[in-house]
């Protein structure tokens, strides 16, 4: 089991900058990706930026280079530098873990229980 607990939420003013963290217990050593999703009012969750073990990256396409995803040396955090925010960023952002066990095909996604942003016009 993987357990995610995030922290950096907060109200920030249009073009505003915030850092969420996010810190994995339990078996991390079997994580191989983690990331951010978000749901904004009115919608449904999607995904906003993953990191892999090897550092590889993915955005969505709304992020359009505002936001920074990495991981911290020891590899059980995760970071996501928002910058230049708008109040269509405002909602609830969450963790996500990724992870796989030896011998078994399936992958086991796990989320925390999600930090809000509020980004204020």
């Known amino acids: 089991q993987v357990q995610l607990a995030e922290s950096g939420g907060g109200l920030v003013q249009t073009g505003g900058s915030l850092r969420l963290s996010c810190v994995a217990s339990g078996d991390i050593f079997s994580i191989y990706g983690m990331g951010w999703e978000r749901q904004t009012p009115g919608n449904q969750r999607e995904l906003v930026a993953v990191?892999?073990?090897?550092?590889?990256?993915n955005y969505a396409g709304f992020v359009k280079g505002r936001f920074t995803i990495s991981r911290g040396n020891s590899k059980d955090t995760v970071y996501l530098q928002m910058t230049e925010l708008s109040p269509e960023d405002t909602g609830v952002y969450f963790c996500?873990?990724?992870?796989?066990?030896?011998?078994?095909?399936?992958?086991?996604?796990?989320w925390g229980r999600g930090t809000q942003v509020t980004v204020s016009s």
């Open positions: 996500r873990a990724d992870r796989k066990i030896p011998g078994d095909p399936y992958d086991y996604p796990y």
């Open positions: 990191i892999s073990n090897d550092g590889k990256t």
